[in-house]
């Protein structure tokens, strides 16, 4: 109990899962206690096992998966929107981070949309360009890349200055010094950068999905809030954590496997 | 040593009139850093900058290759001219080996040094079969034939600074300047690399300006030392060592080399009583 306070000290591997699952399960049984016992109503708190019931129903129903499916959309969009965002966000962060007057003159227009009610976009990207995918994907665009721009901006210019000199000194022209040195240096980082990316489309779906969706898990979760069938609420809710956590597992996975000099230092 | 043997390097010339260089202070007003420093190279041969830490020696170094201060004019008076030439910016003869932070943790050893031809400016003068070879070389000379894959975390401080020295002789430089490249290692390390440095300019003797604050390394490595002053850096005084190399630990505590150590720290402590340090190691 001595290491307890030590933020330092090795924590064996298999108490950490079993300290995680148990956490878990402590969960689920205040959960479970709170739905038997009544004290809160079973229209408003679904017992666990109803969810799960509820994500069966979901999984397979009469030869169809209405959550396969809806699952397809949403990661689709949400594909196009990443795709968009790592092929404009970076380009424009790295531009910002290499070139002091580019980042003067973007950052008033990029930075303030960190701290924007991105949601309350929304309304105003349906009447630009109305209620169909291109709107979602838009959406679900600007809710990431006013995150991405300046992690990736940051990520170039906490590359240390020696690296840019070094290259320097070598011969390399400026924009060699950029694209040879200090990209690379700077791609653990802007790994980085695209994983949280990410991870805040996967909290935006269901918003980019809320206005006129037939398909998705953002619809499927409206749907059964329309019908008050709060188990379905809770498995779509239940899914969306369950694929940000595996976009995010297998995001990080890639980037020790792309850039493993990075935690050797 | 197994370098292939090229014609050896034209001697060049490196001449110092007159330099001044002035920092902005914090509190106003300006710091000299460099004070009416007059030098001049015209021939191989390593020699020493010498001076206490602190006192401008690097930024001299770093003035001569090209890498200058930013966002600040540069040099504030004087000239810097290599062959004849005003030299303002990083120049293609002369290479530098930085103290650290040099080698680029995300490439190969082999990368690293082979970093220089990615570049146009190389790629358009070194054909790959020949710079290919000359990595091997190259890496051969320095102990590091063996650790071609590794990254510089999984080498040890002195086996960085082969990489470091590999990557600039790669290029057969004219010029080649040093910055406390061995300061950071340990005592027993930091004479293997002595020993490696003086080996490697036996195959490529070119001209070397070293920047130590370590009396014995001057003693040890140096056709010429150089002593500057504590800053503002000015020459203190500047004498040719004629010993052959490698100076054997007999010469180093012969009277000769004893009345060399004396006259140095005489010098530093007369051009700058009580105010930065040296290193004496013997």
């Given at each position: 109990m001595s290491e307890f306070w030590n933020p330092y000290a090795p924590l064996d591997?298999?108490?950490?899962?079993?300290?995680?699952?148990?956490?878990?399960?402590?969960?689920?049984?205040?959960?479970?206690?709170?739905?038997?016992?009544?004290?809160?109503?079973?229209?408003?708190?679904?017992?666990?096992?109803?969810?799960?019931?509820?994500?069966?129903?979901?999984?397979?129903?009469?030869?169809?998966?209405?959550?396969?499916?809806?699952?397809?959309?949403?990661?689709?969009?949400?594909?196009?929107?990443?795709?968009?965002?790592?092929?404009?966000?970076?380009?424009?962060?790295?531009?910002?981070?290499?070139?002091?007057?580019?980042?003067?003159?973007l950052s008033p227009l990029v930075d303030p949309f960190r701290s924007a009610p991105v949601v309350a976009l929304l309304p105003i990207l349906v009447m630009w360009l109305g209620i169909g995918e291109t709107m979602k994907i838009a959406f679900l665009f600007i809710g990431a890349v006013v995150y991405l721009i300046p992690m990736v901006r940051d990520a170039i210019q906490a590359v240390p200055q020696s690296y840019w000199i070094g290259a320097r000194d070598l011969g390399?022209?400026?924009?060699?010094?950029?694209?040879?040195?200090?990209?690379?240096?700077?791609?653990?980082?802007?790994a980085d950068a695209v994983i949280v990316a990410f991870s805040v489309m996967w909290t935006y779906i269901t918003v980019a999905e809320y206005v006129n969706a037939r398909q998705g898990l953002g619809q499927l979760i409206q749907n059964a809030r329309r019908f008050s069938a709060w188990d379905q609420v809770f498995a779509g809710i239940i899914v969306i954590i369950a694929l940000a956590l595996a976009t995010y597992q297998f995001m990080v996975w890639l980037k020790r496997r792309l850039y493993p000099w990075e935690t050797q230092q | 040593m197994t370098v292939a043997r090229p014609a050896a390097a034209t001697p060049p010339s490196v001449v110092v009139r007159d330099l001044v260089q002035e920092y902005p202070a914090p509190g106003g007003g300006v710091t000299r850093v460099i004070d009416q420093v007059s030098l001049s190279f015209d021939q191989p041969g390593i020699s020493m900058l010498l001076g206490p830490s602190g006192c401008g020696k690097s930024t001299l170094l770093h003035m001569l290759g090209g890498v200058r201060p930013m966002g600040i004019e540069t040099p504030t008076a004087g000239q810097v001219l290599i062959d004849g030439v005003e030299c303002n910016g990083p120049h293609d003869d002369a290479v530098m080996v930085f103290q650290r932070y040099a080698n680029r943790p995300d490439l190969t050893v082999f990368d690293n040094v082979a970093f220089p031809f990615r570049l146009n400016l190389w790629k358009a003068r070194v054909p790959?079969?020949?710079?290919?070879?000359?990595?091997?070389?190259?890496?051969?000379?320095?102990?590091?034939?063996?650790?071609?894959?590794?990254?510089?975390?999984q080498l040890s401080g002195g086996q960085n600074q082969r990489?470091?020295?590999?990557?600039?002789?790669?290029?057969?430089?004219?010029?080649?300047?040093?910055?406390?490249?061995?300061g950071a290692l340990d005592?027993?390390?930091?004479?293997?690399?002595?020993?490696?440095?003086?080996?490697?300019?036996?195959?490529?003797?070119?001209?070397?300006?070293?920047?130590?604050?370590?009396?014995?390394?001057?003693?040890?490595?140096?056709?010429?030392v150089i002593?500057?002053?504590?800053?503002?850096?000015?020459?203190?005084?500047?004498?040719?060592?004629?010993?052959?190399?490698?100076?054997?630990?007999?010469?180093?505590?012969?009277?000769?080399?004893?009345?060399?150590?004396?006259?140095?720290?005489?010098?530093?402590?007369q051009a700058s009583p009580g105010r930065g340090q040296v290193r004496v190691t013997v």
């Open positions: 591997g298999r108490q950490r899962q079993w300290l995680g699952v148990g956490s878990v399960l402590a969960l689920l049984l205040v959960w479970s206690l709170l739905a038997v016992s009544g004290l809160v109503s079973s229209t408003k708190l679904p017992a666990p096992w109803e969810v799960v019931t509820a994500l069966s129903y979901l999984s397979w129903h009469e030869g169809d998966s209405l959550l396969f499916t809806a699952t397809l959309w949403s990661a689709g969009r949400l594909l196009v929107a990443g795709v968009l965002v790592i092929a404009i966000g970076i380009p424009i962060g790295i531009c910002m981070g290499a070139a002091p007057r580019v980042n003067a003159a390399a022209t400026p924009w060699e010094c950029i694209h040879r040195a200090v990209i690379p240096m700077a791609m653990p980082r802007i | 790959e079969a020949e710079w290919r070879q000359r990595v091997a070389d190259i890496l051969k000379a320095v102990g590091l034939a063996d650790k071609l894959k590794l990254r510089p975390a990489v470091a020295l590999a990557r600039a002789l790669v290029l057969r430089p004219r010029i080649l300047l040093m910055d406390e490249p061995f005592a027993q390390t930091r004479e293997e690399m002595q020993q490696l440095l003086i080996e490697l300019y036996q195959s490529w003797p070119c001209l070397v300006v070293f920047v130590t604050h370590d009396v014995t390394e001057a003693l040890v490595l140096g056709d010429r002593v500057l002053s504590a800053q503002p850096a000015r020459v203190a005084d500047d004498f040719v060592i004629s010993e052959a190399r490698p100076r054997s630990a007999t010469w180093q505590r012969s009277r000769e080399a004893q009345a060399l150590e004396e006259r140095i720290l005489r010098q530093l402590h």
